[in-house]
């Protein structure tokens, strides 16, 4: 039986397709002998000039994460994608490993004495944001890196 990786990853924009879709084809250059689903390719849910109601998109990914032996979780954005979080949460309870890929760069200088005192004053944070609750649930049962690389890496890890 073949092995399957759920990559989970905001799909609206043109940027986020062609990240999603140049990154996948990276991994699967990589493994080819492993599946990967990309939400986005499932064009009976994810054709925007058809229709598929929440139910019908619900049951469509979440049938295929709960097939898949390893997600893949793209965190960047503003916040953690809320279609992204939902996929965590239910990877999590299903005891399937995840790789979270949060690149933000907010995160280099964490050393740097001026942005942490900037931490004590209201609003100056120089720091991203990312929800603590969906972090978590990736670190109790995965990792979260921080470059592509490191991701291709892992997957030797998680799926044997």
């Given at each position: 039986?073949?092995k399957?990786?759920y990559f989970a990853s905001?799909?609206?924009?043109?940027m986020e397709?062609?990240y999603n879709?140049?990154?996948?084809e990276?991994?699967?250059?990589?493994?080819?002998?492993?599946?990967?689903?990309l939400?986005?390719?499932?064009?009976v849910i994810n054709d925007k000039?058809?229709?598929?109601?929440s139910?019908?998109i619900?049951t469509?990914?979440?049938?295929a994460?709960?097939?898949s032996?390893?997600m893949?979780a793209i965190?960047d954005g503003a916040?953690i994608?809320?279609?992204?979080a939902s996929e965590?949460?239910?990877?999590?309870?299903?005891?399937?490993?995840?790789?979270?890929?949060f690149?933000?760069?907010r995160?280099?200088?964490a050393?740097?004495?001026s942005k942490?005192?900037?931490l004590?004053?209201?609003?100056?944070?120089?720091?991203?944001?990312?929800n603590?609750?969906?972090?978590?649930?990736?670190?109790?049962?995965?990792?979260?890196v921080?470059?592509?690389d490191d991701?291709i890496?892992a997957i030797t890890e998680y799926?044997?």
């Amino acid at each position: 039986m073949s092995k399957t990786i759920y990559f989970a990853s905001p799909l609206f924009s043109n940027m986020e397709r062609t990240y999603n879709e140049l990154f996948v084809e990276k991994i699967r250059e990589s493994y080819p002998e492993i599946n990967v689903y990309l939400p986005q390719e499932q064009l009976v849910i994810n054709d925007k000039h058809s229709f598929a109601d929440s139910k019908m998109i619900a049951t469509f990914d979440t049938n295929a994460l709960l097939q898949s032996h390893l997600m893949i979780a793209i965190l960047d954005g503003a916040t953690i994608d809320v279609g992204v979080a939902s996929e965590i949460g239910v990877a999590y309870q299903a005891g399937i490993p995840i790789v979270g890929l949060f690149t933000d760069s907010r995160q280099d200088g964490a050393t740097n004495k001026s942005k942490l005192k900037a931490l004590s004053e209201v609003a100056e944070s120089q720091f991203p944001y990312v929800n603590l609750y969906t972090v978590g649930l990736i670190k109790l049962n995965g990792i979260i890196v921080t470059n592509e690389d490191d991701v291709i890496d892992a997957i030797t890890e998680y799926i044997k």
